[in-house]
């Protein structure tokens, strides 16, 4: 069973955004999938709800709740846990305890950036992280390749002590897809699948680190 844990310190940067996208990938994929939502707003619950009547559904469970693990089935494949801005780097550690890898999503800005530098000097100070035994990975995400200020921040987030996984591309696709409990994994024309690469090396990551 794949454990993905998704964290940033900062809201906004996509955090439910790439939960929901990778639970699809992986229910798309015909993994039995669990996404875990630990954030009060319930993003991801709710997204699962709206998918519950598409093919390829993903259970969603409550992961504020103690007993959280209690109900995620013995015949998960994969699950993903998807967090609550504000998050500090020991719960981050606590979250770890049951999740393989860590995905930590950054906006290209400098005020994201700066935010999220002394979150990660934490994260890789867990014990987890340090023995190598939770591997971490940022993912750039909401690019917009073309302006200097993406092209500035990537070079920048390639410098930070976790290997840059992805970069993901601002794209409405993404707004679409969850307000219908869909994912850009659902579809399949052929400027979504341009899209869709953008995920071929973090997918690959999550193989050889889950
Ligand atoms: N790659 C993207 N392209 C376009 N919009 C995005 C992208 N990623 C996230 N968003 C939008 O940005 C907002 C914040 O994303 P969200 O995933 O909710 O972040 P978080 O869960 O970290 O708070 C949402 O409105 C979401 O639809
Ligand atoms: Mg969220």
């Known amino acids: 069973m794949l454990k993905v844990l998704v964290a940033s310190s900062k809201g906004g940067a996509g955090k439910s955004t790439i939960a929901t996208n990778l639970a699809a990938n992986f229910a798309v994929d015909g993994k039995n999938t669990v996404l875990v939502d630990a954030d009060r707003q319930g993003s991801s619950l709710h997204w699962s709800e709206r998918r519950s009547v598409h093919p390829n559904a993903v259970l969603g469970v409550p992961g504020l709740r103690r007993d959280w693990a209690k109900h995620v089935p013995d015949d998960a494949q994969r699950v993903v846990i998807d967090t609550a801005a504000g998050i500090t780097a020991g719960e981050v550690g606590e979250w770890l305890e049951f999740a393989d890898v860590l995905i930590v999503p950054v906006l290209p800005s400098a005020i994201d950036l700066e ?7 934490e994260v890789a100070e867990l014990p987890r992280v340090k023995k190598g035994k939770a591997a971490v990975g940022l993912v750039a995400n909401r690019l917009k390749p073309w302006t200097n200020a993406s092209q500035l ?7 930070l002590p976790f290997p840059l996984v992805a970069q993901l591309r601002d794209t409405q696709g993404y707004v679409l897809a969850n307000a219908l409990g869909k994912s850009i994994f659902d579809y399949h024309s052929e400027q979504v699948r341009s899209h869709q690469d953008d995920w071929a090396k973090l997918l690959r990551w999550l193989k050889k680190n889950g």
């Open 153 to 159: 921040a990537v070079e920048e987030m390639q410098s």
């Open 115 to 121: 935010a999220t530098m002394p979150f990660l000097d």
